[in-house]
């Protein structure tokens, strides 16, 4: 290398690295090769071991490339986690275009950029026959039949200069290089070359000139087809697992994308539409990474990493499923604590895993296990400190002494089901076990909110209502110098932007602020080429008030009085409002009896959530 080109040593690598660029590499006598690394192959790769643990063996390099099943679910754009093929537009190309053979994958993977995507309309119109197939010159059939008429490819201007005009390869490919760099100059030379070599091939001058300035007009943005085509096996192999191994492929996928938690929310909401269960993080059954979980009488789900959880580390996670492989599943609490390498597990850690939910095999109380956090590491390194001075082993062989002192863990109440969310979602990155706004289930459809997958689905543009939280905040300048912001909320379909212009937002600060549900008036607009809508907020306020005033009020069936004296307490507490409160009771010996409360109450989301969380009420919004 030093004999061609200046050489200098990057300091953070041990490769030598040219002072040329590219282009002066290439004239210097080195030949250029790109090489790029792609997370989707170790994404197939997993997928496959996952698949070899239920006794079945893929090789990708000998799939049939004609499988129905693949092709029915690319038709119908199902494509979440198909490499190339999972944006919003490519899968709107992908609905309208419905291929049926793997060369309509390497054309919609050559035409997706800017450019050609303007042929994508007449390639899907063609193809179906709404559009007659014109390939220019009889002698260009073959090139451009495959195509139908519309030229994508380098390869097919290279097959076009040397069928049409004579050219050699390697003229072929000084023309290709010459158009796609818009040397003008050699432009000049390659046209006159092009159209006296049509000439003496029969083409008629004019002809062969229209043809080069079509030529010329592709070439500017072809894409290399062999590029094309490895782009499609990789889609077409993602596509193809999904479609025959969708739980494997599910959860090989969110094991690769375990940082982004965004990701990992439209992976779960793509897990709901496949009717794959996502099971929780459990220190019992969660391995470092995303697992495909037999369930009995049932399909397999997808069971939750405990790697994905928070602030834990990959590490800590991999000593605590390494302890627990060791000498079976954890017992309890104690036995947890007891068996832990207490130089990688810390009190956020435990924090963090209690608030996930992840201790809901010992324990349905999160608050407990987040409050006795400390006591958990003390013990766990009471226990290793035991252990290293050999006296763990005093009263037994057991991974643990049963002298151990037992855990006593802070005696608190488990937070209520909001808060428990809340803490959930901040675990998490978003809400697993269930989502605030699954308490305003019959408010939301009585005031005729959308969710914000239906939004996407239904391609909606106008007004409308969203009902959101609020995860995330922005607040600029607009170039008027008025303030504006830019709001991130979720939903029960997924997460979504709103901007709030001045006046909305000086109104509407005050919800913004809170950690409450919010109802949004928006107006939905679409951008061209937009992957997703504008959602501008035209009112915004809170949705417990909203919902309080529109209660009509709810009927509780008790079978006996167990319930009575929690029920006063959690209505007193909510304070009075609009809603009626019936109460149906089961009396021995008589029919049931329904009484209503003279009181009108609040009814709020959060009293509902409370009442229906009491054993032996059964609650009907009214």
Known sequence: LEELVPLYRDPRSDIPVTQFNMKYVEEAGLVKFDFLGLKTLTVLAKACEHIAETGVQIDLTNIP??????????????TIGV?????????????????????????????????????????????????????????????????????????????????????????????????????????VA?????????????????????????????????????????????????????????????????????????????????LRRLGIDLLPPDINHSNVQFTVEPQSGKAPAVRYALAAVKNVGAAAMASLVAARDEN?????????????????????QIENLATAGAFECFSPNRAEVHAGAETIVRHAASESSARESGQGMLFGGGPQSETSEQLRLPAVQDWPSMEKLRREFDSLGFYLSAHPLDAYGNSLEKFGVKTYQEVLSEHFSGRCKLAGIVTAKRELNSRKGNRMAFVQCTDASGVFEVTLFSESLARGRDFLESADPILFSVSVEWMEGGEEPRLTVNELESLEQ???????????????????????????????????????????????????????????????????????VMVQDL
């Open 65 to 78: 490339l004609d499988d129905p099943k693949t092709f029915e679910t690319l038709s119908r754009a199902e």
């Open 83 to 187: 490499f190339q093929l999972e944006s919003s537009g490519m899968r709107d190309a992908l609905r309208k275009l419905k291929p049926d053979r793997f060369e309509d994958i390497i054309a919609v993977v050559a035409l997706y950029r800017p450019g050609p995507m303007e042929n994508i309309g007449s390639y899907i119109a063609r193809k179906h026959g709404k559009e007659d197939v014109d390939t220019l010159h009889p002698d260009l059939a073959d090139i451009l039949n495959e195509t139908y008429g519309i030229m994508i490819y380098q390869e097919q201007v290279m097959q076009i200069a040397q069928v049409l005009a004579g050219y050699s390869l390697g003229g072929a490919d000084l023309l290709r290089r010459a158009m796609g760099k818009k040397i003008k100059a050699e432009m």
């Open 190 to 270: 390659q046209r006159q070359t092009f159209i006296e070599g049509s000439v003496d091939r029969g083409v008629p001058k004019q002809k062969a000139a229209d043809i080069f300035e079509l030529v010329n007009k592709f070439a500017g943005y072809g894409f290399n087809k062999s590029h094309a085509a490895a782009y499609a096996l990789v889609a077409y192999q993602t596509a193809y697992l999904k479609a025959n191994y969708p739980v494997e492929f599910m959860a090989a996928s969110m094991t690769y994308d375990m940082g982004n938690t965004d990701k990992l929310n439209i992976f779960r909401q793509e």
């Open 328 to 348: 079976g599943p954890f017992k309890s609490l104690v036995d947890f604590a007891g068996r832990l390498d207490a130089r990688l597990i810390n009190k956020r």
């Open 546 to 616: 909203v919902a309080a005033n529109a209660a009509n009020g709810i009927r509780m069936f008790l079978k006996d009085e167990g319930p009575l004296e929690p029920l006063r307490e959690l209505l007193q507490r909510d304070g009075p409002g609009r809603g009626k409160v019936f109460l149906l009771l089961d009396l021995e010996g008589r029919e049931e009896v329904e009484l209503e409360l003279k009181e009108r109450f609040k009814l709020s989301s959060s009293m509902r959530q409370a009442i229906k969380a009491l054993p032996g």
